[in-house]
């Protein structure tokens, strides 16, 4: 009589087993998830902040403009001397 008592028990921890794992496991996938939107709103917000900046500087601030505009199409003023960086490759031995 134990013996079917036990079975019963375990045939119902089973059951809840099955009922309750697959959308645990969902729940987790989807928390996962969120939590990449949610970095990828984030991102998302900085860039737009940014622009929005960069934006406010191309409408307002002349010097800014012409700045960005001599760095795009590569001209220099008289005098003026341009510094580039260079990667540097490591060697190999």
């Given at each position: ?11 119902i ?9 697959p ?71």
């Amino acid at each position: 009589m134990a013996k079917i008592g036990s079975l019963k028990f375990y045939i119902i921890i089973g059951l809840l087993v099955a009922a309750f794992v697959p959308p645990f496991a969902k729940y987790q996938e989807l928390r996962y998830k969120n939590g990449k939107l949610e970095e990828k709103i984030a991102a998302l917000k900085e860039e737009s902040r940014r622009l929005e900046e960069t934006k406010r500087r191309l409408e307002t601030d002349i010097t800014y403009v012409e700045k960005k505009a001599r760095e795009k199409i590569g001209v220099v003023r008289k005098g003026e001397i341009i510094l580039k960086e260079v990667e540097v490759q490591k060697k190999r031995k």
